[in-house]
């Protein structure tokens, strides 16, 4: 990192960050799905397809730090965050699932896992986009070009 330029040091941190949220919502996915025996939707498929390249996405965007990441991760997480934003609509009743792509399989409406009563997966899904989001805006925001 350049010592003359102390806002690449804080575009690094906010990529790390957004890439952390990346990378560990592709191992609980992975784990979720592949150890814990949760088939996921076609909805949740469709946001694993977003997320997943974000973690080499982000990962190549720090080492050397290149503020241009931005412009290549912001597509893939807004994306992903309509699509979370529309799974949790769709999970919690303001959508009727009808208007939804799971016509086989497991039923987008329902709730595979809850957490404290309240945390659902797309609901996670939706947290980790905002997030991911976020980091990549004041990224954008904050580094000088």
């Keep these: 990192m350049n010592a003359t330029h102390p806002s690449n040091d804080i575009g690094w941190t906010l990529i790390f960050i ?17 150890i814990m025996g949760h088939t996921p939707c076609v909805l949740c498929w469709y946001q694993r397809i977003c997320m997943f390249p974000l973690v080499l996405i982000l990962a190549a965007g720090l080492f050397p730090f290149d503020r241009r990441v931005v412009r290549y991760a912001l597509p893939l997480a807004v994306t992903g965050w309509l699509l979370a934003a529309f799974h949790w609509a769709v999970a919690s009743g303001l959508i009727p699932e009808r208007l939804t792509p799971c016509s086989q399989g497991v039923p987008c409406s329902v709730e595979q896992v809850i957490w404290f009563g309240f945390l659902t997966l797309p609901m996670l899904s939706l947290l980790a986009f ?8 004041l990224t954008h925001l904050k580094v000088s070009k």
């Design 18 to 34: 957004a890439w952390l949220s990346a990378a560990v919502s592709t191992l609980a996915a992975l784990f979720l799905g592949e």
């Design 130 to 137: 905002s997030l991911i989001i976020a980091m990549l805006l």
